[in-house]
Nanobody
Protein backbone atom coordinates (compact mmCIF):
# COMPACT_ATOMS: atom_id res chain seq x y z
CA UNK A 1 0.00 0.00 0.00
CA UNK A 2 1.40 3.36 -1.02
CA UNK A 3 1.86 5.77 1.85
CA UNK A 4 3.07 9.32 2.29
CA UNK A 5 3.65 10.40 5.88
CA UNK A 6 4.40 13.96 6.92
CA UNK A 7 6.12 14.85 10.17
CA UNK A 8 7.80 17.76 11.87
CA UNK A 9 4.96 20.20 12.40
CA UNK A 10 4.34 22.05 15.62
CA UNK A 11 3.99 25.39 17.35
CA UNK A 12 6.71 27.95 16.80
CA UNK A 13 7.12 31.64 17.48
CA UNK A 14 7.38 34.16 14.64
CA UNK A 15 10.90 34.15 13.25
CA UNK A 16 11.43 30.53 14.23
CA UNK A 17 12.14 27.48 12.09
CA UNK A 18 10.67 24.07 11.48
CA UNK A 19 11.70 21.19 9.26
CA UNK A 20 8.95 19.09 7.75
CA UNK A 21 9.59 15.67 6.31
CA UNK A 22 7.56 13.63 3.83
CA UNK A 23 8.38 9.94 3.81
CA UNK A 24 7.02 7.86 0.94
CA UNK A 25 6.83 4.13 0.73
CA UNK A 26 7.56 3.68 -2.97
CA UNK A 27 11.14 3.83 -4.16
CA UNK A 28 9.74 4.47 -7.65
CA UNK A 29 8.68 7.95 -6.50
CA UNK A 30 12.34 8.97 -6.35
CA UNK A 31 12.02 10.06 -9.97
CA UNK A 32 8.70 11.86 -9.52
CA UNK A 33 8.12 15.48 -8.65
CA UNK A 34 7.09 15.81 -5.02
CA UNK A 35 5.27 18.90 -3.85
CA UNK A 36 4.26 20.51 -0.58
CA UNK A 37 0.88 22.20 -0.26
CA UNK A 38 -0.71 23.97 2.68
CA UNK A 39 -4.25 24.70 3.74
CA UNK A 40 -5.14 27.42 6.21
CA UNK A 41 -8.52 27.41 7.99
CA UNK A 42 -11.29 28.44 5.64
CA UNK A 43 -9.00 28.56 2.62
CA UNK A 44 -8.27 26.32 -0.33
CA UNK A 45 -5.24 24.10 -0.40
CA UNK A 46 -2.35 26.00 -2.00
CA UNK A 47 0.85 24.86 -3.64
CA UNK A 48 3.99 25.88 -1.71
CA UNK A 49 7.02 24.22 -3.28
CA UNK A 50 8.09 21.27 -5.39
CA UNK A 51 11.20 19.34 -6.34
CA UNK A 52 11.66 17.25 -9.45
CA UNK A 53 13.38 13.88 -9.67
CA UNK A 54 16.43 15.71 -10.96
CA UNK A 55 16.43 18.15 -8.05
CA UNK A 56 15.00 21.26 -9.73
CA UNK A 57 13.05 23.32 -7.20
CA UNK A 58 10.20 25.84 -7.42
CA UNK A 59 8.59 27.95 -4.70
CA UNK A 60 5.58 30.07 -3.97
CA UNK A 61 6.78 33.66 -4.21
CA UNK A 62 5.95 34.46 -0.58
CA UNK A 63 8.21 31.66 0.74
CA UNK A 64 11.06 31.48 -1.79
CA UNK A 65 13.50 33.39 0.41
CA UNK A 66 12.60 31.45 3.56
CA UNK A 67 11.82 27.83 2.64
CA UNK A 68 14.12 25.18 1.19
CA UNK A 69 12.87 21.93 -0.30
CA UNK A 70 15.24 18.98 -0.60
CA UNK A 71 15.00 15.29 -1.31
CA UNK A 72 16.83 12.32 0.08
CA UNK A 73 16.49 9.31 -2.18
CA UNK A 74 18.49 7.12 0.19
CA UNK A 75 15.62 7.30 2.65
CA UNK A 76 12.69 8.02 0.29
CA UNK A 77 11.89 11.41 1.71
CA UNK A 78 11.46 15.05 0.81
CA UNK A 79 12.04 17.75 3.42
CA UNK A 80 10.82 21.32 3.70
CA UNK A 81 13.05 23.55 5.80
CA UNK A 82 11.03 26.57 6.87
CA UNK A 83 12.88 29.57 8.28
CA UNK A 84 11.77 32.98 9.52
CA UNK A 85 8.25 31.68 9.92
CA UNK A 86 5.38 34.15 9.95
CA UNK A 87 1.86 33.87 11.36
CA UNK A 88 0.53 33.68 7.80
CA UNK A 89 2.44 30.42 7.35
CA UNK A 90 0.05 28.78 9.80
CA UNK A 91 -1.67 25.89 8.03
CA UNK A 92 -1.85 22.16 7.66
CA UNK A 93 1.00 21.13 5.36
CA UNK A 94 0.59 18.21 2.97
CA UNK A 95 2.93 16.45 0.59
CA UNK A 96 1.94 14.77 -2.63
CA UNK A 97 3.54 13.03 -5.57
CA UNK A 98 2.47 15.04 -8.59
CA UNK A 99 0.64 13.09 -11.26
CA UNK A 100 -0.65 10.55 -8.74
CA UNK A 101 -3.59 10.38 -6.36
CA UNK A 102 -1.40 10.08 -3.31
CA UNK A 103 -1.40 12.60 -0.48
CA UNK A 104 -0.18 12.46 3.07
CA UNK A 105 -2.43 13.05 6.05
CA UNK A 106 -0.98 16.47 6.78
CA UNK A 107 0.97 18.03 9.62
CA UNK A 108 -0.10 21.15 11.50
CA UNK A 109 2.19 24.18 11.57
CA UNK A 110 1.20 27.01 13.91
CA UNK A 111 3.19 30.24 14.07
CA UNK A 112 2.17 32.29 17.04
CA UNK A 113 3.63 34.23 19.92
Amino acid sequence: QVQLVESGGGLVQPGGSLRLSCAYSEMAFSMNTVAWYRQAPGQERKWVAEITGGGTTSYLHSVEDRFIISRHNDRNSVDLQMNNLKPEDTAVYYCTVLGTKYWGQGTQVTVSS
